[in-house]
């Protein structure tokens, strides 16, 4: 699933290709995308017509396209969602969903999704913030976002850090990979007690998420296939600036031991076995 870079940059595409504009026809060529929309794919492309674009918000991982009339559509990424903007005459890319046209003739904007995991919904009243998403946390590039007080929160959780860092509602944005990164820069351990660090600690942890993600962000994001794109369809290429993540067997950007990859909560965690000692009662 796409991180806070990610999200960022396709919420950025958006933003030129969408705001300010009026909607002409939506058309649906597969009703799975928009199966939240209870009344149907027919009136999810009704509503919208004669409607204009606010520009995209995003909170973490979570989009939203804000309509100038106080509604919103909550985008859904999932696995494999991606927005492109293309000129009318352009053929579909394959796996294409749904098309927005637009009252001025310009470029479409196009929702392909291979997997069919993520979707479309309306969010009435939601253009400031979706009540479907109201309770994901603050991320730490939102203007608002206090790292004493998530840190805070953060040592009130008895589970491992790694873990608490992957808690949406408590920290938005950081998903596998750049918790990843974030813990080797920190020289933290996945498993190390989130309840055993100080504050300062973490508060050095949240910031070396936000610095690595902010380095992704200027990279375009990390893509490791197809299925990230940016509304252009390029890919980001922050993965050739990792350290850890998907890194096994390489040596350590830091110390030069190998990088080791272990399980973790179904997925993978990598570290650097003497960068990041395993401590002594793990939480996993």
């Not at 199966?35 to 989009?63: C, I, M, N, Q």
């Not at 993520?118 to 790292?147: R, V």
């Not at 992704?216 to 890919?235: C, I, R, W």
């Amino acid at each position: 699933m796409p991180e806070l870079p990610e999200v960022e940059v396709v919420r950025r595409g958006l933003a030129e290709a969408l705001t300010g504009r009026t909607v002409a026809a939506v058309e649906i060529l597969h009703p799975r995308p928009v199966r939240r929309h209870l009344a149907g794919p027919d009136d999810f492309a009704s509503t919208l017509v004669g409607r204009t674009f606010a520009e995209p918000r995003r909170r973490g991982k979570y989009l939203w396209l804000p309509l100038a009339d106080g509604d919103a559509i909550l985008a859904h990424l999932g696995m494999s969602g991606q927005f492109l903007v293309c000129d009318p005459e352009l053929p579909d890319a394959r796996n294409t969903r749904i098309r927005f046209g637009f009252t001025d003739g310009g470029p479409q904007v196009r929702f392909v999704d291979q997997r069919m995991f993520g979707g479309l919904s309306m969010s009435y009243g939601g253009a400031e913030l979706p009540a479907e998403i109201a309770h994901i946390a603050l991320d730490p590039f939102d203007p608002a976002f206090s790292f004493i007080d998530v840190a805070t929160r953060l040592r009130g959780k008895r589970t491992g850090i790694k873990r608490a860092l992957l808690d949406q509602t408590v920290v938005s944005g950081i998903g596998n990979i750049y918790a990843d990164e974030a813990l080797w820069q920190a020289r933290v351990h996945y498993a190390k007690a989130a309840d055993a660090m100080t504050r300062k600690q973490l508060v050095e942890l949240l910031q070396a998420a936000r610095a690595v993600m902010a380095a992704a962000l200027g990279q375009g994001g990390t893509s490791f296939d197809e299925l990230y794109v940016n509304v252009n369809g390029n890919s980001g290429y922050f993965d050739r600036s990792l350290n850890v993540y998907g890194q096994e067997d390489r040596p350590c950007p830091r110390c030069g031991h190998a990088i080791r990859r272990e399980p973790f909560m179904n997925r993978s965690s990598y570290r650097c076995p003497y960068c990041q000692r395993t401590p002594r009662q793990p939480r996993w």
